[in-house]
């Protein structure tokens, strides 16, 4: 839709970044996107399976109360379960967008583990891709030298 408005934007070289839930549907695009919507992709502090995000956070209201309850419940094997319909790793066999993928060691909402899944992903399937992990930072980089680098490498 935004291609047809404005007729400005260059659509060979349209980039999606999102960071937190915006992170989230990088990864959710990079498999449910049409094919070659996107030049690239930029995950920062985005989730790769929400069953394992479950697992690893402190922050269980969100998932719970919009999934209909905890990750471990047999509704939520379902594959009609938000934790399998939504989780973007469950569409990794079509993901071939390159992507930067952007992590903090001290983000706790969003643990790492969620940004060397994606990045792992990406690599073994052969897909450009670079990570940069800032381990003094936490769901944001805030320290001014961190955020330099984090915008010399987005842009």
């Known amino acids: 839709a935004a291609l047809k408005e404005f007729t400005w934007i260059d659509k060979d070289r349209v980039v999606g970044l999102g960071a937190s839930y915006g992170g989230y549907t990088s990864n959710w695009l990079n498999g449910n996107a049409p094919k070659d919507m996107f030049k690239a992709l930029v995950c920062h502090c985005g989730t790769f399976d929400l069953k ?3 697992y690893s956070t402190e922050e269980l209201f969100f998932m719970e109360t919009e999934f209909g309850g905890p990750a471990y419940t047999p509704e939520s094997r379902l594959p009609s379960s938000p934790y399998n319909s939504y989780t973007p790793s469950t569409n990794l066999h079509k993901w071939e967008t390159p992507t930067l993928v952007i992590h903090g060691a001290k983000d706790y909402r969003l643990v790492e583990s969620e940004g060397i899944s994606t990045f792992t992903a990406l690599q073994r399937r052969g ?12 769901h944001h980089a805030l320290n001014p030298q961190n955020s ?3 915008h010399e490498t987005v842009l």
């Open 52 to 54: 394992s995000s479950y």
């Open 148 to 150: 330099m680098v984090w």
């Open 127 to 138: 897909i450009e891709s670079e990570f940069l992990y800032l381990p003094a930072e936490n």
